[in-house]
């Protein structure tokens, strides 16, 4: 009767032993610091990067011997400078970067990197790995991929730098990962309930200053005599980083090469005709600073803006029919 009932013991502690964690047996995750690198908020330009981790399991010797398995889930909550999961920000004081992070490169909204608990966000990162049956203890280790993106739009165009410069932004995740984790004696667990760990790290990405400039053509109309002013305008258009002051010059020109002085050249002899640029009808002068001259400036809005050029070409000697043309350079500074 006594040997019946040691029997039946060790049946029950073999029964149990599948389902229990087993004394000694933890895992750890450590994931690195997430970079997007160089943002310019005007390029109309989606952002990614590929973000990397590694999970490590301690498997303990003879206890009990068929503890081969493990699963485990990476749940993320928001970072700081995030309101929900849906819409997480990169943060420098008062500014906001749009961003998020994903379990896979679909990037979709079902692929958001969260877990239980995180509205909107129902996707948890799952690890699975293995050490074989019958193991005799050891650790495991198994490296993870998961995804980030600063999507282009109306957000990413509003975001501003600091003081005209380069501007990091940044979001950390200390204390709002959670690694919960299952060992298994048979087969791979189907789930990660079980034991949890934390893990923490951060996302930048830098904000750079920057503006685009395009022009328009000016295209004076024709005359017979000039007695009289001709007028025309073109269109500068420019994008500057939201907030962020810049300036426009405008040179002297291919053929006079004065800012004070421009004169377009017949196209077929050494005939000139000169001509006046300025940021308003009849204003100063505009060009580079110099011979009297002043530069236009402005705030960037994060979107393009029109700026007019008014030009005139003012009464003076009618020269030789032709077509007359100058080039000038449109210089943006910010």
């Known amino acids: 009767m006594r040997r019946a009932w040691v029997v039946l ?3 029950l502690a073999w029964t149990c032993s599948g389902q229990a964690q087993a004394q000694g047996n933890t895992c750890t995750v450590v994931v690195n610091e997430v970079n997007f690198g160089l943002v310019s908020p005007i390029s109309g330009a989606d952002y990614t ?9 301690i498997f303990a010797p003879l206890a009990p011997l068929l503890t081969g398995y493990v699963s485990a889930c990476l749940n993320l909550g ?3 400078n995030s309101l929900a999961a849906t819409a997480r920000q990169l943060g420098n004081g008062t500014l906001r970067m749009p961003y998020n992070l994903y379990v896979d490169s679909s990037y979709a909204p079902s692929a958001i990197w969260g877990g239980p608990g995180v509205t909107g966000a129902p996707s948890s990162l799952p690890v699975s790995i293995s050490m074989g049956l019958l193991s005799l203890g050891g650790t495991a280790t198994k490296n993870f991929s998961f995804y980030g993106k600063i999507p282009s739009g109306t957000a990413l165009a509003a975001v501003s730098t600091v003081a005209d410069a380069n501007t990091e932004y940044s979001s950390s995740f200390t204390g709002a990962g959670t690694l919960t984790y299952t060992f298994s004696s048979v087969t791979p667990p189907t789930n990660c309930l079980g034991s949890t760990a934390s893990f923490g790290f951060a996302v930048k990405a830098t904000a750079v200053n920057n503006c685009t400039i395009t022009a328009t053509p000016m295209v004076f109309s024709n005359a017979t005599i000039l007695t009289g002013s001709v007028r025309s305008t073109s269109t500068l258009t420019v994008r500057c980083v939201n907030n962020n002051a810049y300036q426009i010059a405008l040179n002297g020109g291919t053929v006079a090469g004065s800012v004070a002085a421009r004169q377009m050249k017949n196209t077929v002899s050494a005939a000139r005709v000169g001509y006046r ?3 308003t009808l009849d204003g100063p002068l505009w060009g580079d600073g110099t011979g009297g001259t002043a530069m236009v400036n402005g705030k960037g809005t994060g979107s ?4 007019t050029i008014y030009g005139r070409v003012p009464a003076q ?3 030789e029919p032709g077509d007359y043309k100058d080039t000038v ?3 943006i500074y910010f």
């Open 317 to 319: 000697t009618t020269p």
């Open 304 to 307: 393009s803006v029109p700026v």
């Open 78 to 80: 928001l970072g700081s």
């Open 9 to 11: 013991a060790l049946l």
């Open 329 to 331: 350079m449109a210089t």
């Open 49 to 57: 990067v590929t973000g990397s981790g590694t999970l490590t399991c």
């Open 277 to 279: 640029l300025s940021s």
